[in-house]
């Protein structure tokens, strides 16, 4: 089994093509979305479901892994990829092994409204996110969005230090920051 450092994944930029929906079977990963709207949704349905239940289609591939906090503790997940490029991943917590608590989305071709996706800037989604800063810890950067609290974007700060340390105000954002990942919880 692989170990995955929190700090580790959260510095992950990787490209893949995947989309999701909910069949009559359960959790399993189809090729396509039939929308926009389908991925937050398709996405969202894997949340509290065991992972170990995750049907793939034969052109994606899964991975189990073990994820490590600073603090040597360590918890189950699955690593979802195609052609060796990480798409996204899945992982439970140290409290619950079994059910998926988070989904972190590193492909910036899997798109959710208006094409919000990895890579996707400030600028063009801001009315897209919450407007609250809320706080994380030194060296991450993150937004809610605006219509659900489970969904986190996490940004690129690696050119912009002032955001690892500080709150800024929403309206100086900086414009070009960009997306990493996209977090549902």
Same mark, same amino acid.
């Given at each position: 089994?692989?170990?995955?450092?929190?700090?580790?994944?959260?510095?992950?930029?990787?490209?893949?093509?995947?989309?999701?929906?909910?069949?009559?079977?359960?959790?399993?990963?189809?090729?396509? !979305?039939?929308?926009?709207?389908?991925?937050?949704?398709?996405?969202?349905?894997?949340?509290?479901?065991?992972?170990?239940?995750?049907?793939? !289609?034969?052109?994606?591939?899964?991975?189990?892994?073990?994820?490590?906090?600073?603090?040597?503790?360590?918890?189950?997940?699955?690593?979802?990829?195609?052609?060796?490029?990480?798409?996204?991943?899945?992982?439970?917590?140290?409290?619950?092994?079994?059910?998926?608590?988070?989904?972190?989305?590193?492909?910036?071709?899997?798109?959710?409204?208006?094409?919000?996706?990895?890579?996707?800037?400030?600028?063009?989604?801001?009315?897209?996110?919450?407007?609250?800063? !809320?706080?994380?810890?030194?060296?991450?950067?993150?937004?809610?969005?605006?219509?659900?609290?489970?969904?986190?974007?996490?940004?690129?700060?690696?050119?912009?230090?002032?955001?690892?340390?500080?709150?800024?105000?929403?309206?100086?954002?900086?414009?070009?920051?960009?997306?990493?990942?996209?977090?549902?919880?």
């Amino acid at each position: 089994m692989n170990y995955i450092s929190i700090n580790f994944w959260m510095a992950c930029l990787l490209i893949g093509l995947v989309g999701c929906n909910n069949p009559q079977s359960g959790n399993t990963i189809e090729k396509e !979305p039939t929308d926009q709207v389908s991925y937050v949704n398709a996405f969202k349905q894997f949340l509290g479901k065991p992972f170990s239940t995750l049907d793939i !289609p034969s052109n994606l591939q899964k991975k189990d892994t073990t994820f490590e906090a600073e603090d040597g503790t360590t918890w189950p997940g699955l690593i979802i990829f195609q052609n060796e490029q990480v798409l996204f991943w899945v992982e439970t917590s140290w409290i619950d092994t079994i059910n998926i608590r988070t989904l972190t989305i590193v492909s910036p071709q899997i798109t959710f409204r208006d094409s919000i996706h990895v890579n996707s800037k400030f600028a063009d989604i801001k009315s897209y996110l919450c407007d609250k800063i !809320p706080s994380a810890p030194d060296g991450y950067f993150y937004l809610k969005d605006k219509l659900d609290n489970r969904i986190y974007y996490y940004f690129d700060i690696e050119g912009f230090p002032e955001l690892s340390y500080r709150q800024p105000q929403f309206d100086s954002i900086p414009a070009d920051l960009v997306i990493k990942s996209i977090v549902l919880y």
